[in-house]
């Protein structure tokens, strides 16, 4: 039968993050001889290291920040804030996103900071408009301004990385057959905003994943904002929502709200706040915080990692745009 090359992926909630090992299998060994087998079986092999930590799949946004009825139009989208987050972090990511060939001058931020962009033209950019009233930031009114379109496979490269984060920032930029085939090469993300917000004319609407336990069964962290976990599950108690979706299949379960950051790692579960002095900056938080997550994840306990993510949080709220990366005002607050 001859020798196959195998990539595991594997996760140690409580000791650190996510580990490349190439098991090197001789079939014709593995058959007869199962000492030569143990012997030979697991090698490090520097050539499996992936070219990116995280690669990043989702539409690239031009929004309006609208407070008080004074308007900004601003980059936006998972893909932004996130990737800007994991560059200050000193990570090495890469973005997969559509969007008009108009706007591609807007994608030159993302390059000037580190970020390796993979952009497809599209018929228009999506962008939504974000209302809110500035004596209570944490709600806002949301609608659609322009929608890109389906990621299709031709448009991901063929490139490896340590965690395919989906990013999608309304239902239909990444379906199911996608999902699953980022996961045939390594461990994929999840903010599951990107199958349970819907379009409906100008709306933005929060409907139900009808293909959720299968969808799920691909994703190795999940994030999820309180009504969308509620939405989901049923349940309104956080804890009770992350047991729930972790029995889909996922293995780390980020939860956040106004308050903080709450994640569920290995059968525990770990807490951090946010401690904004403002909500200037309150577009981007779940992206920020989740891609922290993973970003710290990669060599730090879910713990460390829960940790930072509030930190960054806090900070990246208090100003509008990408958090800053400010390393020494995050350790003021670990």
């Known amino acids: 039968m001859g020798r196959s090359i195998v990539k595991i992926g594997m996760v140690f909630p409580n000791y650190g993050g996510l580990i490349w090992v190439t098991a090197d299998i001789d079939n014709n060994r593995h058959s007869g001889d199962n000492r030569a087998c143990k012997q030979h079986s697991l090698r490090t092999d520097m050539k499996s290291i992936p070219a990116f930590d995280i690669l990043m799949l989702g539409h690239f946004a031009k929004d309006k920040i609208i407070v008080d009825g004074d308007e900004t139009i601003a980059a936006g989208g998972a893909v932004y804030y996130g990737s800007m987050a994991l560059r200050r972090l000193g990570l090495r990511v890469a973005v997969v996103t559509r969007l008009h060939p108009d706007d591609f001058p807007l994608l030159d931020e993302l390059r000037e900071a580190g970020v390796e962009v993979f952009a497809a033209p599209a018929p228009q950019t999506s962008g939504i408009a974000n209302y809110y009233q500035s004596v209570d930031m944490e709600r806002r009114v949301t609608k659609l301004l322009g929608f890109a379109g389906p990621i299709r496979p031709e448009d991901v490269p063929d490139v490896s990385a340590r965690i395919y984060a989906v990013a999608p920032i309304m239902a239909g930029e990444v379906d199911l057959p996608l999902l699953a085939e980022l996961a045939r090469r390594g461990p994929v993300s999840l903010d599951v905003q990107g199958f349970v917000r819907v379009r409906e004319g ?133």
């Open 202 to 334: 100008r709306d933005l609407v929060f409907r139900p994943w009808a293909e959720m336990a299968e969808g799920l069964a691909h994703v190795t962290f999940l994030k999820v904002d309180r009504a969308e976990a509620e939405l989901l599950t049923g349940e309104q108690d956080l804890q009770a929502a992350a047991v729930k979706l972790a029995d889909y299949g996922p293995r780390e379960i980020v939860l956040t709200q106004s308050s903080g950051v709450t994640v569920y790692a290995g059968g525990e579960f770990y807490h951090a706040p946010f401690s904004p002095r403002s909500l200037a900056g309150r577009t981007g938080r779940g992206d920020t915080c989740f891609m922290t997550y993973l970003g710290k994840r990669l060599h730090s306990s879910a713990a460390e990692a829960t940790r930072w993510a509030g930190a960054v949080t806090t900070l990246k709220q208090e100003k509008p745009g990408p958090w800053d990366g400010d390393m020494a005002a995050v350790k003021r607050l670990l």
